[in-house]
T-cell receptor
């Protein structure tokens, strides 16, 4: 069983600040990494995928991957109250997708 | 809007009932998944179908029975469930190409309560 670890939080940031979410994984073979956002009572929504080392930006979101350190992060710029949710890190191995426990983010107006 | 549709959205069933959860996707994906999620926990994989064939069964009790009638449809048949089986059941799908699986897209889930 692969291990995907996240700080469960809660992480609180003021509106307009940068939220930084971190994830580490145990398997060096893993090649695909994803961030999902999940609002309370709803299903996970894919917000970012990253496959190679470095940064990937999409709007206010930036994913960062460092395979040597087995570390993937998500930065949310100009955080909004609507960003308040649980963020799940997921690591793919073949046809399985392993999830971390999630980080609860609260953006304070 | 999600392109993975699950029905019903909510289901309450007794421990002697038989019910089915349904999932449909129209994205042309060839892998479909069932996950179970308890409150404040991450999704846990139950089953994976790849090209309509069951490729992963994560030691799920036999009271859960998956079925993949075609590449767009995935069912989960439920029988003799226990109250601890109450959870959010999530269906997902992903593309498969060159033996590699892409990102998974989730349906809105079925909230199941066993009484």
């Amino acid at each position: 069983q692969k291990e995907v670890e996240q700080n469960s939080g809660p992480l609180s940031v003021p509106e307009g600040a940068i939220a930084s979410l971190n994830c580490t994984y145990s398997d060096r073979v893993s090649q695909s990494f994803f961030w999902y956002r999940q609002y309370s009572g709803k299903s996970p929504e894919l917000i970012m995928s990253i496959y190679s080392n470095g940064d990937k930006e999409d709007g206010r979101f930036t994913a960062q991957l460092n395979k040597a350190s087995q570390y993937v992060s998500l930065l949310i710029r100009d955080s909004q109250p609507s960003d308040s949710a649980t963020y799940l890190c997921a690591v793919r191995e073949a046809n399985n997708l392993f999830f971390g426990t999630g980080t609860r983010l609260t953006v304070i107006p | 809007d999600t392109e993975v549709t699950q029905t019903p959205k909510h289901l309450v069933m007794g421990m002697t009932n038989k019910k089915s959860l349904k999932c449909e996707q129209h994205m042309g994906h060839r892998a479909m998944y069932w996950y179970k999620q308890k409150a404040k926990k991450p999704p846990e994989l139950m089953f994976v179908y790849s090209y309509e064939k069951l490729s992963i069964n994560e030691s799920v009790p036999s009271r859960f029975s998956p079925e993949c009638p075609n590449s767009s449809l995935l069912n989960l048949h439920l029988h003799a469930l226990q109250p601890e089986d109450s959870a959010l059941y999530l269906c997902a799908s992903s593309q498969v190409g060159g033996g590699r699986f892409s990102e998974a897209f989730f349906g809105q889930g079925t909230r199941l309560t066993v009484v």
